[in-house]
């Protein structure tokens, strides 16, 4: 079974400072997607950004990118020029690729605090 | 535009009673629909899934089942609470048959509280 770990239960940075959550997954696939989700204390899970694992190149949503590491099944995210709306939990999930079910895999989340 | 209704927001439940959660998606056709629980403070924990209608799988042996009655509409139901099925539950669609890659939409999400 696949598993995801997220080894940060807590983070903290500064307002407009950069700052990177840490993921790593274990998969025996070669086909998946990894995603970052943020939940704020409204609890409303929204989609961050993902990344396709057959696709070299780091996928970037304005602020936020990922620095995916294949073979060491590594799936950072990285937040610049953080904002207090930023303040959130934050997950890493996985998807398998090749099932229509498309079960997502979660890690415990990283409580992200952005100071003034 | 997609959207998803998740409904109650809120509920209080003593033990022993039934519930039945409902959500709803509008604005897309043939999802799979999920039902998730997130303990506090921690990920999410995948309770059932369907992929088409009539069509439940359950990845957690408990006291809740799932239902879908309809093509965008899944159920959460319990005939009998337990103080454990307390927490935040999330219902989740993704797209369907070929979007391998479509992330999940989630609902608002219920707060259970049996007591």
């Known amino acids: 079974a696949q598993t995801v770990t997220q080894s940060q239960p807590e983070m903290s940075v500064q307002e407009a400072e950069t700052v990177t959550l840490s993921c790593t997954y274990d998969?025996?696939?070669?086909?998946?997607?990894l995603f970052w989700y943020k939940q704020p204390p409204s609890r409303q899970m929204i989609l961050v950004i993902r990344?396709?694992?057959?696709?070299?190149q780091n996928a970037t949503e304005n602020r936020f990118s990922v620095n995916f590491q294949k073979a060491a099944k590594s799936f950072s995210l990285k937040i610049s020029d953080s904002q207090l709306g930023d303040a959130a939990m934050y997950f890493c999930?996985?998807?398998?690729?090749?099932?229509?079910?498309?079960?997502?895999?979660f890690g415990d989340g990283t409580t992200l605090t952005v100071k003034p | 535009s997609q959207t998803i209704h998740q409904w109650p927001a809120t509920l209080v439940q003593p033990v022993g009673s039934p519930l039945s959660l409902e959500c709803t998606v509008e604005?897309?056709?043939?999802?799979?629909l999920y039902w998730y629980r997130q303990a506090a403070g921690r990920g999410l924990q995948l309770l059932f899934y369907?992929?088409?209608?009539?069509?439940i799988s359950s990845e957690v042996p408990q006291n809740l089942s799932a239902s879908r009655p309809q093509d965008r509409q899944f159920i959460l139901s319990s005939k009998k609470l337990l103080l454990s099925d307390s927490g935040f539950y999330l219902c989740?669609?993704?797209?369907?048959?070929?979007?391998?890659?479509?992330?999940?939409?989630f609902g608002n999400g219920t707060r259970l509280t049996v007591t």
């Open positions: 999930a996985y998807r398998r690729g090749d099932t229509n079910a498309g079960k997502s895999t």
């Open positions: 369907s992929v088409d209608i009539g069509q």
């Open positions: 990344q396709e694992a057959y696709k070299q």
């Open positions: 989740a669609w993704s797209g369907g048959m070929g979007s391998y890659n479509s992330p999940l939409h």
């Open positions: 604005g897309t056709s043939n999802p799979n």
């Open positions: 998969t025996s696939e070669s086909d998946y997607y």
